[in-house]
């Protein structure tokens, strides 16, 4: 069986809950961060159990008492991405340690994985554990940038199974540049929203702001030298001119990432704004980690999951509604909007985002909605 054939016999069922407008028909491209897996996309799945392309079960169980959040609608997965080696544990001893590091990563994460089922495998390995392929790590560039096309194709290849389904971008991290990069390249005609989390303004942007010049210097001759990454190669901050207009784009981080400071994200959507040609809306956590927005605080979970289902339901996407009632008004502060000051000319604006701080008040008017709804979930609780 080719790959191709079995990409959509997947048994996803993501669906539960969700509510889908006038009956349409969506999928998710999901693009993961630097050093994962596919296996990362669980922590966005809820309680959901998918298929993945070497034919494994795959859930999350969560992490410090928080629950996965679902906010990814029935994801395409296609075909994993070059830079991830799915055939680990060779007698390489420097591969095998880091096909043992990505075995206890998944671990860590709470990630439920089953035992390899040959006919439903699209591609040969496992997801238990991977290791990278330097040779092409690009950090959102070319390999990336050819891997999210791949995905595309793999999916526009199995779309007359569903006449007229569209697509919903979503990426994390390094997936976040790798999506804007490719859709800004690519201008997949199907897409409808796009959804990027921690993503930087560009990979040299992150370099300045975490390290010295020295370091920056010494850190930007390794990543030439080792990987397919280079300076003057795609960014989101060169893609942002020939983004596809009128696509609405949610960006979403937090005050204390210190992998991608927040100044770089609010530097791409600010800019995605001025170019005034799309709905930007901008998302500020406060108190948690890169790489664990939906494990850290309650309040920062809660935040996170009923603004997208808000985004979701104000552009008649799937949403589960009652999530999405929860976040209509954060998702309304976080719009981005050109506030003309007076006396100051008709061309001039203040830009209005809301670096939304989960406050009291508005956590308080969440709870109200969503207790009925998830009165079981510990992750709206303080951590004990």
């Given at each position: 069986m080719t790959a191709a054939s079995n990409l959509l016999d997947h048994k996803i069922d993501n669906s539960i809950n969700w509510t889908v407008p006038n009956g349409a028909s969506f999928r998710t491209i999901y693009y993961q961060g630097m050093s994962c897996s596919q296996t990362q996309m669980a922590k966005y799945i809820g309680s959901e159990v998918i298929t993945t392309t070497t034919g494994q079960t795959l859930s999350c169980s969560g992490r410090n008492g928080f629950q996965p959040i679902?906010?990814?609608?029935?994801?395409?997965?296609?075909?994993?991405?070059?830079?991830?080696?799915?055939?680990?544990?060779?007698?390489?001893?420097?591969?095998?340690?880091?096909?043992?590091?990505?075995?206890?990563?998944?671990?860590?994460?709470?990630?439920?994985?089953?035992?390899?089922?040959?006919?439903?495998?699209?591609?040969?390995?496992?997801?238990?554990?991977?290791?990278?392929?330097?040779?092409?790590?690009?950090?959102?560039?070319?390999?990336?940038?050819?891997?999210?096309h791949t995905k595309y194709t793999l999916w526009d290849a199995q779309k007359d199974k569903f006449k007229n389904e569209k697509l919903i971008l979503y990426g994390v991290s390094r997936g976040g540049i790798a999506t804007l990069n490719a859709f800004a390249q690519y201008q997949y005609p199907e897409?409808?929203?796009?959804?990027?989390?921690?993503?930087?303004?560009?990979?040299?942007?992150?370099?300045?702001?975490?390290?010295w010049?020295?370091?920056?210097?010494?850190?930007?001759?390794?990543?030439?030298?080792?990987?397919?990454?280079?300076?003057?190669?795609?960014?989101?901050?060169?893609?942002?001119?020939?983004?596809?207009?009128?696509?609405?784009?949610?960006?979403?981080?937090?005050?204390?990432?210190?992998?991608?400071?927040?100044?770089?994200?609010?530097?791409?959507?600010?800019?995605?704004?001025?170019?005034?040609?799309?709905d930007v809306y901008l998302l500020k956590l406060k108190k948690s980690n890169h790489s664990t927005l939906m494990f850290d605080d309650a309040n920062d979970r809660m935040a996170y999951e009923t603004f997208i289902h808000a985004y979701y339901k104000r552009y008649s996407a799937p949403h589960i509604p009652k999530l999405a009632q929860a976040g209509a008004n954060l998702l309304d502060e976080c719009q981005l909007k050109n506030n003309v000051a007076s006396g100051l000319g008709s061309n001039a604006c203040h830009f209005k985002p809301v670096s939304v701080s989960v406050d009291n008040m508005t956590m308080n008017r969440m709870d109200d909605l969503t207790k009925p709804l998830l009165a079981n979930d510990r992750q709206l609780f303080p951590r004990v």
């Open positions: 679902n906010v990814v609608y029935k994801p395409f997965i296609g075909k994993e991405i070059q830079d991830v080696n799915l055939t680990s544990y060779t007698c390489n001893p420097l591969k095998w340690i880091w096909s043992c590091g990505s075995h206890c990563s998944n671990g860590w994460y709470g990630f439920q994985i089953g035992a390899v089922d040959p006919l439903k495998a699209t591609e040969p390995g496992s997801v238990t554990s991977h290791r990278p392929v330097f040779s092409n790590v690009s950090i959102g560039q070319k390999s990336d940038i050819e891997s999210h897409v409808v929203l796009v959804v990027v989390e921690g993503c930087a303004y560009s990979v040299e942007d992150v370099i300045d702001k975490r390290h010049a020295p370091m920056a210097c010494l850190k930007r001759n390794f990543l030439s030298c080792c990987t397919q990454y280079q300076t003057d190669g795609p960014s989101p901050a060169k893609s942002i001119t020939k983004f596809p207009e009128n696509i609405p784009v949610a960006f979403i981080g937090s005050e204390i990432d210190k992998e991608v400071p927040w100044q770089s994200s609010e530097r791409t959507a600010m800019e995605l704004f001025q170019k005034g040609r799309n």
